[in-house]
């Protein structure tokens, strides 16, 4: 929870000075960028949360790869991370800019998992029904889980949206355990 706090609000910082400098779509490429490459690489995440390497070397080791290749509100941002100790949770941050900018532009992301891969016209149909439920724009990501029988599911921020087999059944499991079922079969 103190994690999720401290990330919304060093997020919140980055993205109030890049609105006040109007350059809010150069710094969200510029983090998606560096967000990519921790999440690909965990050698290099372990490197921003390892307490024992110096902050000198930290900072010359992000310099080297940032080459003036990142916006330089973050690499400002950075390097005051690593200035105040706080560069364990760069990844983290990093995601949570993220969400600020994409709520900022209200754009939503959902995130379906299905039993089996859905074609395109089922995910623009997805897509349509998400955006009518208040979404401006709507992102999503897929996946296949062959455990959930049937259906799917839609994932929205802290939202789930279950249209299973395997929640039906279980459903229908959970009301066969009632006395109701037991006095009818009784009669």
Known sequence: MANQRLASRYAKAMLGLATEQDVVDAVYA???EL??????SNDFKAFFRNPVI????KVAVFDAIDNRRF???LSGFIHLLISRGRESFVYEILLEFEQQ???????????????APLNESTIKTLEEKIK?????????THEVDKSLLG?????IDDKLLDNTVKRKL???KNEFLTDDYVEIIDA
């Open 30 to 32: 510029s983090v998606k």
């Open 151 to 155: 259906g799917f599911t839609v994932r």
């Open 132 to 140: 009518a439920m208040g979404g401006a724009e709507v992102i999503t």
């Open 101 to 115: 900018v994409l709520k900022l532009k209200g754009i939503v992301k959902a995130h379906i998992t299905s039993a």
């Open 170 to 172: 279980s459903l229908l």
């Open 54 to 57: 110096d902050k000198s070397k």
């Open 71 to 73: 916006h330089k509100i």
């Open 35 to 40: 967000e990519e490459n921790l999440r690909s």
